[in-house]
C-alpha cells in the first residue's frame, strides 16, 4: 500500500541577484536529506543562475529537474525563465532580474489555480527590480492578492512566539491613516483569528494596537483613530466572537507580559510589527498572505544583495517558510 | 577632613493618583539604607498623600521632612502641596492631583535654577489630568524645556543595552512627516551624540531611523523624506564629525546584531523607539530630557493607574533614574 503523495509546494526563487538563489541550494539539499516529511517542494527558478551560484559555492550542480510542477514526485527544480540572466550580478538591481522574480511568482500561481501545487513559498524579490521591469505591485502581498483574486486579505508575520497582522503594510507612513477603516480592520481581525485558530487548534487572544502614541491617550495626540476607527472594528470582532482586546499603545503590546498573554497582535501599520518580529524572531519569522485560496508564506527578510551568493544567507527563515503551510489548513487538499 | 556634600536631586512625586507616591516611598527606604551613594534624593511631594498610601501599605510614616530643598543633607521630603488632595483617590484622574503634579515640577525647576539641586528626576504623571489642571502640556519634555528654557532639546530613553533619542514625541501620528527637517533631526544627532559620550565617555556609533517602511525603498514609499530630510541631516552630522549611519530601515534598527553595533539609535516618532526599548528595558529604562541646563530624568513607565497604591510597582525604573544623572557631566556642578 502507498502512503498518499505529499502535497506540493511551489517555491520561487526571487530576486536572481539576491539570496534567493542559494537559499533554494541550500533548500535542495535539506530535501535530499529528508528534512521536509510533510511536503515536496519545488522551486520555480532559473536552473542556469542555481549552476552559476552552485559553482560559485562549491554546492553540487547537479539537480532534479521537471518539465511541469505536477510531474514532481520529490524535491525538484522548475526552470521558468533564463532569458538575459546570463548578465546577471550578485547585488545588482536590474530588469532582467526583476522580470525573471515576476515570472517565477506568475507561473506559481497558474499552478496553483491549476491544482499542480498545494501552497507557494516565495524567495524575497527587490522592489526596485520588480517595478524597473514594469511590474508594478508594492511587494509580494498585493501581487498574489490580486491574481488569486483574493477578495480580502492581509499579511501576517508568524513565528511561535510571535505573530503579527497588518492593517496597511508597504504604503508611505503618512498614507496610513486614510487606509483605516472599521471594515479594513474588521478584515484584519477575522483573517488573523482564522489563521491562528488553525495553527494554533484553538481559538487565539488577538491585540490590536492603535495608532498614535500611547493611543492617542483618549484623543489628547492625534485624530482620534483610535475611538472612530478601530474601538469599533474591535467591538464588532468581539461582537462575533473573537477573542480581540484593543486599541492598546504599540508599544505596550510586545512587552514580555503581553506577548506570554496574547497569541497575536493586528497592527496598523508595517513598522510597528516588523520591528518586534525582527527584534525577536530575525532568520525564523515566516510571512503569510492570508486569504489567498492556497497559503502563501515566504521568507522574512529582504534579497540581502550585500552578502548575495557569498554562501553566508541563513536558510532558517526559508525553512520555517516551507513548514508552515502544512500547519495551516489549505494544505489539507493535496496535489494531485 | 569631611567630604564635600553630595549633590541634590530633586524628585517629583508625579500624579498622586498613581504609582509615584508608593514609588517615593520605596526610594527613600532605599536611601536611607544607603543605596545611592552618589546623590541625595529630595521628593518633592505631598506629605499628606505619601502618608496615606504608606499607611495603606503598611509601610512606615516618619519621613525626614525639609522646610527648603537646599536645607536637605540627607534624603527627605519637601512637602510642596496639599490643597485639595483629601479626595483624590488611586487610579482617577483629577484636576486637583494634575495640579499637585504640576507643582511639584514647578517647585523642582525654581529649584534646579537656583541652584539648590543638582538634576531632577521626575516620577509619571497623567497628561489628562494635567490638561484638566489647565496645563496644556503635552508631557514632562515640552514642561521642562519651555520653563528652563532650552534652546533646543530631545527626549531620550536609556538603559546601557538600548538607548534612543526622539525627533518627535508626543504628536500625532499624522503631524510626524510635517515635524521632520534637517535642522530639527541635526539637532537630535547633536543632543544624542554629547550625552552618549559623556555616559559612554567614548565617541558613541549611532543610528538614524528612516520614517518609512524599509526607509522609502529608494522613494517607493513615502514622500521621499529620507532623501529629502534625514539623509542631508546625517550627512551634515558626519561632517560635524559625529559618528552616524543612516537612515536604515526602522526594523532593522534594533535586531540583535544592530545593537551590537551601536549605541544609539536616532528615531523619527515616538512609537519607532518606545516599542523596541519596552521590549528590551521595560522597569529599567530611564527617559532623559537632553539639552536642558541640569540633567532632567523620568521613570520609563506610565502612572499605572490600574495597579496604583497597592504596593505592586516596581521601583527599578526610578532607582536607573535616580542614579542616571550623576553620569551626566552636569552632576559635576555640585549643589550648594
Keep these: 500500500m502507498n502512503s498518499p503523495p505529499l502535497p506540493r509546494l511551489a517555491v520561487t526563487m526571487g530576486d536572481p541577484a539576491g539570496v534567493g538563489p542559494e537559499l533554494c541550494l541550500r533548500l535542495l539539499a535539506a530535501a535530499e536529506a529528508g528534512e521536509f516529511t510533510d511536503c515536496l517542494p519545488v522551486v520555480f527558478g532559473s536552473i542556469a543562475v542555481l549552476e552559476r551560484v552552485a559553482d560559485r559555492l562549491g554546492l ?8 511541469e510542477p505536477a510531474a514532481a514526485t520529490a524535491a525538484a527544480v522548475y526552470d521558468v525563465c533564463g532569458d538575459g540572466l546570463e548578465a546577471i550580478k550578485p547585488g545588482l538591481v536590474s530588469p532582467a532580474a526583476g522580470e525573471a522574480a515576476y515570472q517565477y511568482c506568475d507561473r506559481a500561481i497558474a499552478a496553483a489555480l491549476a491544482g499542480s501545487v498545494a501552497g507557494i513559498v516565495t524567495a524575497p524579490l527587490n522592489k526596485e527590480a520588480l517595478q524597473a521591469a514594469g ?65 494554533r487548534g484553538r481559538a487565539p487572544r488577538l491585540l490590536v494596537c492603535g495608532l498614535n502614541p500611547h493611543a492617542g491617550e483618549h ?30 499603545p504599540g508599544d505596550t503590546a510586545f512587552t514580555p507580559r503581553a506577548r506570554r498573554e496574547y497569541d497575536g497582535v493586528v497592527c496598523m501599520y508595517h513598522d510597528q510589527g516588523h ?13 503569510i498572505t492570508l486569504g489567498l485560496p492556497v497559503p ?35 494544505l489539507a487538499v493535496k496535489a494531485p
Tied chains: 1, 2.
Design 219 to 248: 484623543s489628547l495626540f492625534g485624530g482620534g483613530e483610535e475611538e472612530r476607527l478601530i474601538a469599533p472594528a474591535v467591538a464588532a470582532a468581539v461582537a462575533r466572537g473573537i477573542d480581540a482586546t484593543g486599541p492598546v
Design 275 to 287: 520591528i518586534p518580529v525582527k527584534m525577536i524572531a530575525f532568520d525564523r519569522a515566516v510571512n
Design 296 to 330: 502563501r508564506t515566504s521568507v522574512d527578510h529582504g534579497t540581502a544583495f550585500d552578502i548575495a551568493w557569498q554562501g553566508l544567507a541563513d536558510p532558517g527563515s526559508l525553512f520555517a517558510a516551507v513548514r508552515l503551510p502544512a500547519r495551516l489548513a489549505g
Design 60 to 67: 553540487p550542480r547537479r539537480f532534479p529537474l521537471v518539465a
Design 135 to 199: 511590474h508594478h505591485y508594492p511587494g509580494h502581498t498585493e501581487l498574489f492578492a490580486e491574481r488569486l483574486a483574493a477578495e480580502r486579505s492581509c499579511m501576517m508575520q508568524y513565528a511561535d512566539d510571535i505573530a503579527c497582522s497588518f492593517v496597511t503594510t508597504h504604503v508611505g507612513y503618512a498614507e496610513v491613516p486614510g487606509l483605516l477603516s472599521p471594515a479594513r480592520i474588521g478584515e484584519v481581525l477575522d483573517l488573523t483569528d482564522a489563521a491562528l485558530r488553525r495553527i
